[in-house]
Each structure stands twice: as C-alpha cells, then as structure tokens.
C-alpha cells in the first residue's frame, strides 16, 4: 500500500471518528499532510532530509517533532516506517559531522543563518549548542522501534553518534573547565550570542546538570543549566540505556546512560528547584547551580510544562505547583487577550502566544474537557489559514509570526489524535 493510501485509509477513519468536531478535523487534515507534502525529501543514500518550513535548513529538534505524528501511520507502513528511520539515520550523521550544531543543510554547500565562525562547516546551518538537539534524535529513534518493531534506524552512524552525545553530556557538566565549545555572533542581538567571549553563561561545575548554551528558542540561556533540557536528557538516557541492552546488547554503554541518567535526575531534583511564596517549591526554567534560579516557561519544547509529555517523572507537589506557576500570569511569558491564553516566548513579540505552548497543554492535560476546549481555541487562531504559527497575538490572531512552521502542525495535530483516543508507548 501507498503513503498516500495508507493516509487517506487513517483519514476517512478519523473523519467517522471525528463526525462531531469536523471543523477541527479539516484544520487536522491541513496540518497532517503539510509536513509530508512540503518539508521531507527523500535522498539518494536511503536518508531523510526534513526542513523545518520556512527556513530551508533541518533542525535536529524540530525534523524529530515534525515526524513523530506519523508513527501511527509507521505501523501499517513500510515505507513511512522508511522515512522515519532515515530521519533518525540522517540526524546521527548530522550529530558525527558537528555534535555541537542544531541546525543542517541538505548538502554541504555552506549555507547558513549568519557566518558566525570562518571554520564552521559546510554542512552546518547553525551552531547553537542545545542540549535537547542531542535528546530528539534518541528519543525518535526510541519511538519508532517501541511502536512499530523498526530497527533499521540503528544502522550507519548510530554508535558513533551515541558516544558522541554522551560525551558532550559529560564534558558539558564541567562546561568551565573542559568545554572547548564557544559561540560568537555579531549581530548586536544579545540574545543570539553567547557571553564573555561566547563561552556563556557562567556556572557551577560539577553538579550533575548538562549546561546548555541556548534554549530550544534558539535564544541564549539567561543560567546555563536549562532544567527542562535537563529533565529531557534524563528520559532520552533511560531510552538509550534500554535500546542498548535490548538492540545492540552493549552494557558497558548501556551502564554509562544509566549512570549519567541518575546524576542528571538526582540534579535536577536537588538543586533544580526553588521556593516561592505564592506556589510553594517549584521546579525552575533555569539555574547557574550556586543559587540563582529564573522563573518562568518558554513555549518551545523541551519546556517545563511539557514535563509529563516527555515522560519526565518529577515529585508530584513540586510538578503540581509549577503547573499552576506556568498556567499563571506569574510566568513573565503567559498572555492572556481576547483570543486566547497560553504561553509566548521571548523570542517573539510580547502577548504573543505560541500555538506549540497550547498543543503541550492540552497533551498535558488530564481532561479530554480541556483539550477540547484547546483544539478549539488553537483552529479559531490561526488568522483564517487553517494551518498553526509560531505565535499570534492575543488580542489579534491576523498578526502572527511564521506563516509556515511545521512543528507546530505537528503538535496540533498530535493533540488532535490524543483527544481522539491515540498514543505513543513510550
């Protein structure tokens, strides 16, 4: 059977489903094709090259959330089950040529957002280190065989792509000492450098925590240590500790995930969490590990509110409580207009809400109550497209950022397949 059969077979299926909310199954149906039909390519070497919309360069984080939905469709599918694997193959052997890059180009031609280093590769768009580019991959390559049974995800450069990461990891923890990595750019935006000379922002060694130097925003980090990225690099070790016991049968690389998993965790859970008057004890956005915590969320993933979606086990009181933090106008980045509420982002204009943030909340929710509620408000903001943005305004949905941005049809219409009694084993 076809791609195109096999989506048009998940379709008139969910359409029979769906018979009550037509309206947001034809804003699924929009974001459901567009990334196949506009951003995968399919190369020569058995791999996949998927751009992030309308920049024409693959992210690491964003190829992997683009394509996650469609493992449903993987598991009545050969060639989708392909696709997906040559994603995975491709992004390891993005991770072997630069581990510090987010971003990547379909050939090495040197294309890249601003030529921040006269030495950077030409296979490298970006190089912003984040510390989820490095969990995506995992955690799609983990996915993919859970739900489906592929293992041809593991092959090329997978090994060599794993040390790399979990050296990154470990080096990273000692990022003032031991870390080589620095990132200048000239354009007079703070926000898209690094500080003291592109080494970033300064913290305390040996903690347990990975540093990041910017956020999955692609803004710099305000503290190095990024606890939602942090909390990701916990999930996506206990995947790796698993897939190399059972795939490649390695323990000694098997024990090296678990060990750096419980350190990371054991991190987090001391020093990744801060008092606060109004909410009690809650986990923070961010820390330098000698006592400075910034309170707030982000809309892009990993974000503290998408703790439960990526399957991060946090203390329940202390997860509570930062839920209701984030939900409030308390977080600097929760809006609220006559359109909508939800969270922004500093890396768009102020009030503007990100429909990423609101696709998280509902996934998060515990009420199919609530995610309705929220597809609803997600297909009523998308200033008459029928297709998501990176952010609207709240007052104004016809003003928004990002015209085309798959990763946010993907998250509205992975909330849509929630609500419609559809999930992942993770």
């Known amino acids: 059977m076809s791609i195109q059969e096999t989506m048009d077979n998940f379709l008139n299926t969910l359409r029979e489903q769906a018979e009550e909310i037509p309206e947001l199954m034809d804003v699924f149906v929009n974001c459901y094709t567009n990334t196949l039909n506009t951003t995968v390519k399919r190369m020569e070497n058995n791999m996949t090259h998927v751009i992030t919309g309308d920049i024409p360069a693959m992210w690491l984080r964003d190829s992997a959330a683009q394509l996650r939905p469609y493992i449903f469709l993987a598991k009545e599918n050969e060639e989708i089950r392909e696709l997906i694997a040559g994603l995975v193959r491709r992004q390891f052997m993005c991770i072997t040529i630069d581990e510090y890059a987010n971003a990547f180009n379909e050939a090495p031609n040197g294309a890249c957002w601003e030529k921040d280093d006269p030495d950077q590769n030409p296979w490298v768009w970006e190089r912003k280190f984040e510390v989820d580019s490095l969990c995506y991959p995992l955690q799609l390559a983990y996915l993919l065989w859970k739900n489906t049974g592929c293992t041809t995800q593991f092959e090329g450069d997978f090994q060599v792509g794993v040390e790399k990461i979990l050296e990154v990891f470990t080096t990273e923890q000692y990022h003032e000492e031991k870390s080589h990595y620095r990132f200048n750019r000239n354009n007079g935006y703070y926000r898209d450098t690094l500080s003291r000379d592109g080494k970033g922002a300064l913290v305390k060694s040996g903690t347990g925590l990975i540093w990041s130097g910017f956020r999955p925003s692609d803004d710099a980090c305000t503290y190095g240590y990024l606890i939602p990225s942090n909390m990701f690099a916990v999930v996506a070790l206990g995947y790796l500790e698993e897939m190399e016991r059972e795939i490649f049968h390695n323990e000694e690389l098997a024990e090296k995930a678990k060990a750096l998993k419980e350190e990371v965790q054991e991190a987090i859970e001391t020093i990744g ?96 109550e609530e995610k309705l509620e929220i597809l609803k408000n997600m297909a009523a903001t998308t200033g008459g497209k029928g297709v998501m943005h990176e952010g609207f305004c709240c007052e104004d949905d016809s003003k928004f950022t990002r015209a085309w941005f798959s990763w946010a049809n993907a998250m509205y219409a992975e909330l849509f397949l929630d609500y419609m009694g559809y999930q992942l084993e993770k």
């Open 273 to 368: 969490k801060t008092f606060t008057e109004e909410f009690g004890m809650v986990y923070a956005y961010e820390t330098d590990g000698y006592g400075m915590y910034n309170l707030m969320d982000d809309a892009n993933v990993p974000s503290l509110l998408a703790m439960s979606y990526l399957g991060y086990e946090g203390e329940p009181e202390v997860s509570s409580n930062t839920r209701r933090f984030l939900l409030s106008e308390a977080n600097p980045f929760y809006f609220k207009g006559d359109k909508a509420a939800g969270i922004g982002s500093p890396h768009t204009p102020s009030n503007y809400i990100w429909h990423i943030a609101m696709a998280i909340q509902g996934l998060t929710s515990e009420t199919r």
